[in-house]
């Protein structure tokens, strides 16, 4: 089955520090890939998106690249800020008829002064 | 305009009580989405609808009924829910039907089961 697996943290750094947060996918097809942000008290945003090998998604200045052959979707950024204190979620849509998006457990992110 | 809206922001109900969560997309997407999610963990798919019509219910009991009576409108309609039931319901809407299609979600509603 479809299933992504993202590291648990928590995940605690001083500001502007480098972040890399590791995710994995296992799919049937060729699935697009998306990392979602969730900030306290407050719905999904759509972070970043990937939808074929080789893709980098980026925004923010969080960057992730689609790896086919490690059948990865790092997310990375090089400077965090105490505003991207969140809880991130990697997720997959898989092609070809499933409607459903798979999410990893989240990664919550604590970023301090 | 990329936004999704859900009303009310928090509800707060008894087990006997019924009442209704609504979302609302004006981006003319044609699939919306229910999703639960609970403290700590990922969203959890409840329903899905494609143009107007229900194609994905993930087992959710009855006493949760969606209902979208156009393409803008989706709602989800409570009855006799259980404390365990209390969660973060996240509505969600997308240019078509997967596969590929990207998911905007809305806040979200805080639901509250005494």
């Known amino acids: 089955g479809n299933s992504v697996t993202q590291m648990e943290g928590p995940v605690t750094l001083s500001e502007e520090a480098f972040l890399t947060i590791n995710c994995t996918y296992t799919a049937t097809g060729y699935p697009s890939l998306f990392w979602y942000v969730q900030y306290p008290g407050e719905g999904l945003q759509l972070l970043l998106k990937a939808t074929k090998a080789d893709d980098k998604g980026s925004n923010k200045g969080f960057e992730a690249t689609y790896r086919k052959e490690t059948t990865s979707f790092h997310l990375e950024k090089g400077s965090v800020q105490v505003s991207d204190s969140a809880v991130y979620f990697c997720?997959?849509?898989?092609?070809?008829?499933?409607?459903?998006?798979?999410f990893g457990k989240g990664t919550k992110l604590t970023v301090n002064p | 305009d990329t936004e999704v809206t859900q009303t009310p922001k928090h509800l707060v109900m008894g087990m006997t009580n019924k009442k209704s969560l609504k979302c609302e997309q004006h981006m003319g997407h044609r699939a919306m989405y229910w999703y639960k999610q609970k403290a700590k963990k990922p969203p959890e798919l409840m329903f899905v609808y494609s143009y107007e019509k229900l194609s994905i219910n993930e087992s959710v009991p009855s006493r949760f009924s969606p209902e979208c009576p156009n393409s803008s409108l989706l709602n989800l309609h409570l009855h006799a829910l259980q404390p365990e039931d209390s969660a973060l319901y996240l509505c969600?809407?997308?240019?078509?039907?997967?596969?590929?299609?990207?998911?905007?979600f809305g806040p979200g509603t805080r639901l509250t089961v005494l």
């Open positions: 997720a997959l849509l898989t092609q070809g008829g499933s409607e459903k998006l798979v």
């Open positions: 969600a809407s997308s240019q078509a039907p997967p596969p590929g299609s990207l998911q905007y």
